[in-house]
T-cell receptor, first 112, second 116 residues
């Protein structure tokens, strides 16, 4: 079945530091890949979506890049702020209308 | 647009009691998904409906858990004879079939179920 692996369980940074979170996946086809962000007391919300057509997505200062060769998908931001503290999940969808398979999440704490 | 609405936000049940969780998807969305979130297991897929029809319930525990979608405006997840290991945040999400938003899941804030 489909699987998504996030090895970084927790990341602690200072404001203006560079953020890099990596994710690897396994599936039988070329999936659409997502980064979701979850704040305390809320459900996950979409941060970025990247398809095989474009390989890269940018939103709110975050950039996600999709590498089909290494089946990896990473999230980066040049300069994090305290307000970016949250849990970040990568996820894949095998095809339109299919369920999302999520990674275990990376908890980001940004010290002011 | 109020987003996906889940009620109640918190529910406490005694062991062996029944719990029913409610979800109102975003108007016009054709698919509804249920996930369970715990610290240990993370986000686990339970089941989903498309145009009210059950499509995939591969994540549902075979006993005690059931889900229905009687009309396009709400879905329910029912847990019979609740057990302490059922304690989790249950998340409902909906998605559209059309345009850029297709495949994107929009989540509610969840129902935190605590089984004593």
């Amino acid at each position: 079945g489909d699987s998504v692996t996030q090895k970084q369980g927790q990341v602690t940074l200072s404001e203006d530091d560079f953020l890099f979170i990596n994710c690897t996946y396994s599936t039988t086809t070329y999936p659409t890949l997502f980064w979701y962000v979850q704040y305390p007391g809320q459900g996950p919300q979409l941060l970025l979506k990247v398809t095989t057509a474009n390989n890269k997505g940018i939103s709110r200062g975050f950039e996600a890049t999709y590498d089909k060769g290494t089946t990896s998908f990473h999230l980066q931001k040049a300069s994090v702020q305290e307000s970016d503290s949250a849990v970040y999940f990568c996820a894949l969808s095998r095809n339109m209308g299919y369920k999302l398979t999520f990674g275990t999440g990376t908890s980001l704490l940004v010290d002011p | 647009n109020a987003g996906v609405i889940q009620t109640p936000r918190h529910k406490v049940t005694g062991k062996g009691q029944e719990a029913t969780l409610w979800c109102e998807p975003i108007s016009g969305h054709s698919a509804v998904f249920w996930y369970r979130q715990t610290i240990v297991q993370g986000l686990e897929f339970l089941t989903y409906f498309r145009n009210q029809a059950p499509i995939d319930d591969s994540g549902m525990p075979k006993e005690r858990f059931s889900a229905q979608m009687p009309n396009q405006s709400h879905s329910t997840l029912k847990i019979q004879s609740t057990q302490p290991q059922d304690s989790a945040v249950y998340l409902c999400a909906s998605s559209s079939d059309w345009g850029y938003s297709a495949e994107t899941l929009y989540f509610g804030s969840g129902t935190r179920l605590t089984v004593l």
